[in-house]
């Protein structure tokens, strides 16, 4: 099926934080899906409502009810990520995330939209305490996708099958968002999955990296505290986010590609 309009909601990685910047707007891999969507319809149009930062709540109270009044049906593609940042908090409770996820998914089928989910990759390939705490909140979370998204009928783009995708060389320096490449190898995936022309490269893994002499990683990593970790650890204390203040960059269905 070929859509006509493509809808996301969600949060940075549906924003496309921290792709390639276009006319003062991360570009991600909703917008490249967008672009090739849009040479196969004649009439076709896009919005981009997904604000960094936000949380599952946010997002189904002041996303999902704009995203559904554009709405005209199966031709119509609504992409939900959001769930992610609640489960990065200390207090995340899964048992009250999962089933706001699971309601707020269940809304967009009813709306006669079509749907597009996501998976979180669980093994990042990193170790550690931390690392298994990750896995073990996204591998429940992905439970739960995965459930809905069967029970409506979703299209799941998923990443834990591909190990390729553990390599750190996909996420910018934040070492929590997708480069370019990163973002480029989503939308392609995505468009596999929707049946659109796709670069089947995106399957191939990077050649091995070089070893990263010594210095450089603890440079690296000090800069990295200070520039990301210190800055996120300061705003959890002040109960701020990084998308406070912020709005969505395309709010409503515009004409696409834009000219």
């Excluded at 070929?2 to 276009?22: L, Q």
């Excluded at 390599?167 to 934040?174: H, K, N, Q």
């Excluded at 800055?231 to 969505?248: L, V, Y």
């Amino acid at each position: 099926m070929k859509f006509n309009r493509f809808i996301v909601c969600g949060d940075s990685y549906s924003e496309g934080m921290t792709d390639e910047v276009v006319d003062g707007n991360y570009r991600g891999w909703a917008d490249r899906v967008a672009d090739e969507m849009a040479k196969h319809s004649d009439n076709f149009t896009y919005a981009n409502l997904a604000i960094r930062g936000k949380l599952l709540p946010q997002v189904v109270a002041d996303q999902l009810p704009e995203a559904l009044k554009f709405v005209t049906g199966k031709e119509t593609l609504v992409s939900f990520h959001a769930g992610a940042n609640d489960a990065l908090r200390p207090g995340y409770d899964p048992a009250v995330t999962i089933e706001k996820y699971k309601n707020a998914v269940r809304q967009v089928a009813a709306s006669g939209a079509t749907v597009l989910l996501f998976t979180v990759l669980e093994d990042t390939g990193n170790k550690g305490k931390g690392a298994e705490v990750w896995k073990k909140r996204f591998s429940d979370f992905n439970k739960a996708v995965w459930e809905v998204g069967q029970e409506v009928g979703a299209h799941i783009s998923n990443a834990n099958d591909l190990d390729f995708f553990k390599d750190a060389r996909f996420l910018a320096f934040d070492r929590l968002h997708l480069n370019q490449e990163g973002h480029w190898r989503v939308s392609q995936g995505v468009l596999e999955l929707l049946g659109y022309p796709f670069d089947s490269a995106w399957r191939t893994p990077l050649p091995p990296a070089k070893p990263t002499p010594w210095i450089k990683r603890r440079i690296t990593g000090v800069l990295w505290f200070f520039v990301f970790a210190l800055p996120w650890i300061i705003r959890r204390i002040q109960g701020k986010s990084s998308g406070d203040g912020r709005t969505a960059k395309y709010p409503q269905p515009i004409s696409w590609p834009r000219v």
